[in-house]
């Protein structure tokens, strides 16, 4: 099972750091809400989404050294269960007040989901805020205010939550000339570590996952946003589409991962990780 106790060491809050090209001071870096608006910014823009270990029938640990030694040491990414897993040892080492909710995603025409992700709640004396460093589509870049009927702008998107008899609670986004939609709803019932073990292990095996057929990665470099799915790589600024490709060949992939997401990937696991993709059909 998995340790609910785990905390990291002085020494890997260094190296985390170190991963989010930042230098680690103690007393710099005591809980505020402006430095945790920075942790979050800065760690969507260089750790990145990604389902690789899925893809390539790599076991998936939520227990913190693994997550740790995979994230920072192994120098590659992870979906919400780990990314904002080791997120949230990385606060709680700091000193943040930290609550971890499980989202439902809200699709409209898809009927209630299974709660399938992971956000925190920080506590600070005079506010709350909503924070979530591993989200595949465009998300808010900096946490957002636990208040109802706020409207919040990140500069790319506006947000705001509302309250839900269903749900409990539902996080809207507005992006420029669209309507708002709603993202995920959660209510305020704390969990545990151990909590995310049957919605980790539904995500890595059922057949009804959307993350066992094909990659998908996100990365969120100042105003950019760059995401691989499938064989379609697609670079946004500000949510403006500036580049659309197709991946041509798993050499291509390997290239791609290390160039814009930092994680260095071998063709043999490219093999794997592209082998439900045609590589020879342009038409996608």
Not at 35 to 47: E, S, T
Not at 105 to 121: N, T
Not at 250 to 272: P, Q, S, T, V
Request: hydrophobic share 35%.
């Amino acid at each position: 099972m998995i340790d609910e106790d785990f905390v990291l060491s002085e020494e890997q809050i260094i190296n985390y750091f170190d991963r989010l090209e930042m230098i680690y001071d103690k007393d710099k870096w005591k809980p505020s809400e402006e430095n945790l608006r920075i942790l979050q910014n800065v760690h969507i823009a260089k750790i990145p989404y990604e389902n690789l270990s899925i893809l390539m029938k790599e076991p998936i640990s939520l227990n913190g050294n693994d997550l740790y030694n995979k994230i920072i040491v192994e120098h590659r990414g992870g979906y919400c269960f780990e990314v904002n897993g080791l997120f949230t040892h990385l606060l709680k080492a700091l000193g943040y007040q930290v609550t971890v909710y499980n989202c439902r995603f809200i699709y409209e025409d898809q009927g209630v989901q299974v709660r399938r992700h992971r956000i925190m709640k920080v506590d600070f004396k005079h506010a709350s805020y909503i924070t979530d460093v591993s989200f595949r589509n465009e998300s808010p870049r900096f946490p957002l205010k636990f208040v109802c009927d706020e409207v919040q702008w990140d500069g790319i998107a506006e947000y705001k939550f509302t309250k839900d008899d269903y749900y409990g609670y539902v996080m809207w986004q507005k992006l420029d000339g669209e309507d708002w939609k709603m993202i995920f709803g959660f209510d305020e019932s704390p969990q545990s570590e151990t909590d995310f073990f049957l919605p980790n292990y539904f995500c890595e095996t059922h057949p009804q996952s959307p993350f066992i057929d094909e990659p998908h990665m996100s990365i969120c470099p100042a105003n950019e946003h760059i995401t691989i799915a499938g064989r379609k790589i697609v670079m946004s600024k500000k949510n403006i589409i500036v580049e659309k490709n197709t991946i041509h060949s798993r050499e291509e992939f390997c290239l791609l991962c290390k160039k814009y997401f930092g994680i260095a990937i071998d063709i043999k696991k490219a093999e794997i990780i592209m082998s439900n993709e045609d590589l020879t059909n342009d038409d996608i």
